[in-house]
């Protein structure tokens, strides 16, 4: 994990040349209309950052589940002591939603058998409580042995007897239990190994399904999320756009992200044929997430199903009434009353009390998968008809459309969004691009959000026809802050700006660029160049924007500003310097309007210290390439606070001093920790092998 460093430094060395002169006038500009200023991701299951990632669940293929797309398999497992492992069809499945299962039988001679699950490329083991569960069907008198276990030594971390259940065989029969190791793992290359005596199983088989061991949870929230990733995102965000993305698109209008088959007991979710190369499990559904918007205490725009799917598959209208009945049918389930149809079932869930929902976006990209049919489609009947469905129940409901003011497909089939919708851009830009895009909003008539955005190609690359930058690099997250400013400057018109894709486990992944980076050592998990400026934004929020002037005009600093209602009124400025001439610091006088000599503002600043734009953290080095310098410095006589910022830095200056070296004000705590080495690459780590 990447540390965070404060420097609490003396004043400021302004240089010699002339500052940039900026005046924030104290009333005009305008309110941002939805509250803070609202920073957050997109989260869909890419890169492994839901079954493998976030979703804390430790073992790999537990549930045997999957589709036309993938086929099932015993991946994941290992036998021990010669045990034959096969997949069964057995005419009494665990369930209708989980007809497979594994059927582990003896070798001639009997004695301990069983299997090992090497988990998402490892498992990580410390001396904390694990909540295990497995299935069995067949006869069996005895007891089983769970063990937490080195997949590179004969060592045995923690290990418990579950007495068996299985009495006559002629039923499905759960077997619950918790195991404590005794010590530390020194790596994650381990396994869960489930064992039984064969003496005991008068067939000389068992038949096994729901395989499943949790650690601990974030909030200790059962079926939850894996601590440590979950902490990187808590206490900054304030916002979750899900489920996706092109996730919720699925690969065709048989496989799109059906919400009712991600409800209910685990035994009852047949998983999804998900988009991105792998079978998901659906243990992460909609009900779970809405309990991490929860634990989170933020909002959420809950996308829905528009009838498009990405292998361009349009639902044509005579059918679309299914998918507005079922998105209507999503809505009452997360927000409608206790007695409602769906919002009993959610309340048989757990949760009686309706979330709030006040955003609800209809499809994902649909200029992008369909193309010129998909999008006109769209346009014609697909929108209108569920804008229409939705506001005549929820006339509260904010509507968001899948595309922006600046989306186009070919020429003369331009379709911006429909007033009052509210819009959704996604930049995925070199940096200068990003730069280029700082003034975009300003005369924007349609309301956005920025529902993904992220520099993902290097200045002057080829962009998608070429390769991701590896990781997040500092110049690219200086572009993303100049642009981020450029939407907070419009917040009357921007509801929020989201980091996409956000998780990546270093073992199997498709898109690089992510904010966070992790893998099944959780010494491994990276908070990236970006993670410190969105964290930085999302430290200082601002409810109203104050007009800004400055006779040098914008670049290479880059600037807007507030204030905070919901910190006394505390004021905000927020600049990024970019590419400034000759690399030079940049000399910076700000004026408050009505703020007096001897006045203290907080001075938070990112850097690279090197000033090398090209700087990354990489987990495998565990170095933080950020610097972060907090200060307290004081308003001179003309009440004007002045300092310099290096070229390629973002800085807020704030007014509340209390926020000096915090973390974001929603979440009350500090971000940041050892920086740690890694032990491999992408792919299976070093190593990494079955037992034999």
């Not at 990781?471 to 200086?478: D, L, N, Q, R, S």
């Not at 030079?584 to 850097?607: E, N, Y």
């Amino acid at each position: 994990m990447v540390a965070i460093k404060y420097a609490f430094a003396a004043a400021a060395c302004v240089a010699s040349t002339a500052a940039i002169e900026v005046s924030v006038s104290s009333s005009g500009g305008n309110a941002t209309g939805y509250g803070q200023t609202r920073y957050g991701f997109l989260h869909e299951d890419i890169n492994n950052s839901g079954d493998g990632g976030i979703y804390a669940e430790l073992v790999r293929n537990r549930a045997f589940q999957y589709s036309r797309k993938y086929p099932v398999s015993t991946d994941g497992y290992y036998s021990i002591n010669g045990a034959k492992l096969s997949i069964q069809m057995l005419d009494e499945p665990l369930s209708e939603a989980l007809p497979a299962s594994m059927r582990v039988k003896a070798p001639k001679g009997g004695g301990v058998v069983g299997f090992e699950n090497e988990g998402y490329w490892g498992m990580d083991v410390k001396q904390q409580p694990y909540s295990g569960t497995f299935w069995v069907k067949g006869e069996y008198h005895g007891h089983f042995t769970a063990s937490l276990q080195s997949n590179l030594t004969d060592a045995v971390f923690g290990s418990t007897k579950v007495k068996s259940k299985c009495k006559t065989g002629d039923e499905w029969v759960e077997h619950t239990y918790e195991l404590v190791p005794t010590k530390d793992a020194p790596n994650s290359n381990n396994t869960l190994a489930i064992t039984f005596d064969a003496a005991g199983a008068p067939s000389g088989h068992l038949d096994f399904n729901f395989i499943s061991l949790f650690p601990p949870t974030f909030k200790d929230r059962k079926n939850g999320l894996r601590v440590d990733v979950a902490e990187t995102l808590y206490g900054w965000s304030s916002v979750i756009r899900f489920p996706g993305g092109n996730m919720l698109e699925g690969n065709t209008n048989r496989s799109y992200w059906n919400w009712k088959d991600s409800i209910g007991p685990l035994i009852e979710r047949p998983g999804f044929a998900g988009v991105w190369g792998y079978q998901q499990t659906h243990g992460l559904g909609l009900l779970e997430y809405l309990e991490w918007a929860e634990d989170f205490e933020v909002e959420f725009v809950l996308a829905v199903y528009a009838g498009l799917s990405l292998n361009g598959d349009i639902t044509p209208e005579d059918k679309l009434q299914r998918f507005i009945d079922e998105a209507l049918e999503e809505i009452e389930f997360v927000r409608g009353p206790a007695d409602s149809t769906w919002g009993s079932r959610r309340a048989e869930l757990g949760h009686p009390e309706p979330f709030t929902l006040e955003y609800v976006e209809v499809g994902n990209e649909d200029w992008l998968a369909g193309g010129d049919k998909g999008w006109n489609a769209y346009f014609r009947y697909r929108f209108p008809l569920f804008q229409q469905a939705i506001n005549e129940v929820y006339p509260d409901i904010e509507i968001l459309y899948s595309g922006s003011a600046y989306d186009t497909s070919s020429p003369g089939n331009y379709h911006p969004p429909q007033n009052p919708a509210i819009g959704d851009y996604h930049p995925y830009r070199e940096p200068d691009d990003l730069v280029d895009e700082f003034d975009l909003f300003d005369n924007q008539t349609v309301r956005h959000i920025v529902g993904e955005v992220a520099a993902t190609f290097v200045n002057n690359g080829t962009g998608f026809d070429g390769d991701l930058h590896p990781f997040p690099w500092w110049i690219g997250t200086v572009g993303e802050a100049v642009s981020m400013i450029g939407y907070e400057r419009n917040a009357d018109r921007v509801l929020g700006t989201f980091y996409a894709p956000v998780l990546r486990n270093m073992n199997r992944w498709q898109w690089s660029i992510t904010l966070v980076q992790f893998a099944a050592d959780p010494a491994l998990t990276t908070r990236s160049t970006s993670w410190y400026v969105w964290d930085l934004f999302a430290l200082h929020p601002i409810t109203h924007v104050l007009p800004v002037e400055s006779p040098a005009g914008y670049g290479p600093l880059y600037y807007g500003a507030g204030t905070d209602e919901e910190r006394d009124g505390a004021m905000v400025w927020k600049g990024a310097v970019y590419n400034s001439t000759n690399k030079a610091d940049v000399p910076i006088s700000v004026a408050f309007d009505g703020v007096k000599a001897g006045t203290k503002a907080v001075l938070d600043m990112r850097t690279q210290a090197e000033g090398n734009p090209w700087a990354y953290n990489d987990p495998f080095t565990g170095v933080n390439v950020v610097s972060t310098t907090t200060e307290v410095i004081t308003a001179n006589a003309d009440g004007v606070f002045e300092f310099s910022m290096p070229n390629l830095s973002v800085a807020v200056l704030d007014t509340d001093v209390s926020s000096a070296g915090s973390s974001s004000p929603s979440g009350g705590k500090k971000h940041g920790g050892p920086g740690h080495k890694g032990h491999g690459r992408p792919g299976k780590p070093p190593g990494f092998r079955p037992k034999l």
